[in-house]
């Protein structure tokens, strides 16, 4: 896909770009509503009206019933999860076109096809509940609510795997084998009753006798920025600060939550900085753009990046620029609008809705 935005729009400079999005906020009205998920941009984030992780913004997306207008401002598989979300006379769109996601990418529609039919030996839905991370197609979604599965994100994996084992003897996880493991980790299931399905590799690389034991089936698939922190990097900071706090996302090897103080979702990360006490030091294992924001919310505490080595960035997610958002506001009518067809809508709208109810 290709897309570049007009000279006008790309040379403007910023105090032009936030007095215009003013402007068109003030004409649009209460018929608009911009999304702003934690990774953004900080002057992205000051632009939106409600800021969340991919589940609060989801669940905001499905109850805005008199919006007709929505600017998401995050990745492609979080517009396309809130046009499924909402009614046919509202309008989804996803201010930078090229955002997408490469965990997301990581699980293509016709590898899971294939490991699912493999699986079919082993009972199918019959004995497996296939649970989507928000992090997929929309493609991927309808095949999960169409095999009895929901979809899940890190604020409520705990809750998506005992749905899914109250119903069922194993669970299909896919894309993110870390935030699968560590999930299951929590819940109590052994090392050993857990397996990652290759899916480069003939029968995903497993025997049937390890199919036939596992209780949760992982696809091998990762974050790029939640990967790049090691457990020596916890080391490394506790080391240098005896009183530090450690916190990290789930979609981190499990090496580094067993580190950690606590591990949780954007939105768990962003509730212990606001509880912690003035004073406090805080390292952050997770996306770049969260972390300074922090930092610049409560200036009482020192919160920096784990590592102190790399910058975490989620690439997809910094594509959105204020020029982007203009853009969109004032030509969102000659634009396309994220749109999910049928019957992939339906199916995907069951294994959201299953995701909404699960707490």
């Keep these: 896909m290709y897309f570049t935005l007009p000279q006008e729009y790309r040379s403007a400079p910023v ?11 003030a004409t649009l009205g ?4 911009i999304l702003t998920h934690h990774y953004q941009r900080v002057e992205v984030v000051e632009s939106g009206d409600i800021i969340g992780d991919s589940y609060g913004l989801s669940k905001i997306a499905a109850e805005q019933k008199d919006v007709e207008l929505i600017v998401f401002c995050g990745v492609h598989f979080m517009a396309e999860s809130a046009d499924i979300l909402t009614s046919s006379n509202q309008m989804v769109f996803l201010p930078n076109p090229l955002a997408g996601c490469p965990m997301a990418d990581m699980a293509e529609m016709a590898d899971v096809l294939e490991a699912w039919e493999f699986l079919k030996e082993f009972g199918g839905e019959k004995t497996i509940t296939p649970i ?22 890190s604020s409520n994996a ?26 299951a980790m929590k819940m109590g299931i052994k090392p050993e009753e857990t397996v990652i399905w290759d899916f480069s590799r003939e029968r995903g ?19 790029h920025v939640h990967t ?14 005896p009183d530090i706090k450690v916190i990290v996302h789930p979609e981190c090897p499990h090496e580094v939550v067993e580190k950690a103080d606590a591990s949780g ?10 509880e912690a006490p003035s004073g406090s030091t805080i390292a952050i294992g997770t996306e770049i753009n969260l972390i300074n924001r922090m930092a610049r919310t409560y200036p009482d505490k020192t919160i920096f990046e784990l590592s102190g080595q790399n910058c975490p960035v989620c690439a997809n997610m910094y594509r959105t620029t204020l020029n982007d958002l203009l853009y969109t506001l004032e030509n969102y009518q000659d634009l396309k609008p994220i749109s999910v067809e049928e019957p992939t809508r339906s199916e995907a709208l069951i294994a959201l809705e299953r995701m909404l109810e699960v707490v």
């Excluded at 209460?30 to 509503?33: E, H, R």
Aim: charged share 30%; proline share 2%.
């Design 265 to 274: 979702s954007t939105a768990f990360i962003v509730k212990y900085c606001e």
């Design 132 to 153: 989507s991370y928000m992090n997929t197609a929309a493609r991927l979604k309808a095949f999960t609510g169409r095999h009895g599965g929901l979809i899940c994100t």
């Design 30 to 33: 209460k018929k608009l509503l």
């Design 158 to 183: 705990d809750a998506a795997l005992h749905w899914a084992f109250e119903r069922r003897e194993k669970v299909f996880f896919f894309p993110d084998e870390h935030l699968g493991f560590n999930t």
């Design 205 to 223: 690389g497993l025997t049937v006798d390890q199919i036939a034991k596992a209780k949760v089936i992982l696809w091998k698939g990762h974050c």
């Design 228 to 241: 790049n922190f090691k457990p020596e990097h916890v080391d490394q900071v506790r080391a240098d600060y």
């Design 15 to 25: 105090e032009e770009l936030r007095q215009r999005i003013s402007d068109a906020r």
